[in-house]
Nanobody, 126 residues
Framework: QLQLVESGGGLVQPGGSLRLSCAAS????????IGWFRQAPGKDREGVSC????????VYADSMKGRFVISRDNAKNTVYLQMNSLKPEDTGVYYC???????????????????WGQGTQVTVSS
């Protein structure tokens, strides 16, 4: 059974950092495009970042560039999202999502993915 499990969320002060993990089971992440999305209360789900199957390429939404870093460890079947310089507006539930690799050197940061995790809460507050 294909499953994605996010972890690493929590409460952090503005300016702080968190690293989210997305662990896959039942399939190999190496052949999948992986996206991170977030949803704040009362708002639509928003694309954060994604990583295609081609090594060395990452995609970010404009507001995350320079603050967030996405990476994958295929040996651990896990994708990470390092979040730095966090702001209160980064608060929300963060989801990872996967779809079989299609674009090879790119990936979408719109929710056009086949498989989703249950989400992990990130709260940025003093």
């Amino acid at each position: 059974q294909l499953q994605l499990v996010e972890s690493g969320g929590g409460l952090v002060q503005p300016g702080g950092s968190l690293r989210l993990s997305c662990a896959a089971s039942g399939f190999s992440l190496a052949a999948y495009e992986i996206g991170w999305f977030r949803q704040a209360p009362g708002k639509d789900r928003e694309g954060v970042s994604c990583i295609p199957i081609s090594a060395g390429i990452t995609v970010y939404a404009d507001s995350m560039k320079g603050r967030f870093v996405i990476s994958r460890d295929n040996a651990k079947n896990t994708v990470y999202l390092q979040m730095n310089s966090l702001k209160p507006e980064d608060t929300g539930v963060y989801y990872c999502a996967a779809r079989p690799g299609r674009l090879y050197k790119s990936c979408p940061i719109v929710p056009d993915y086949d498989h989703w995790g249950q989400g992990t809460q990130v709260t940025v507050s003093s």
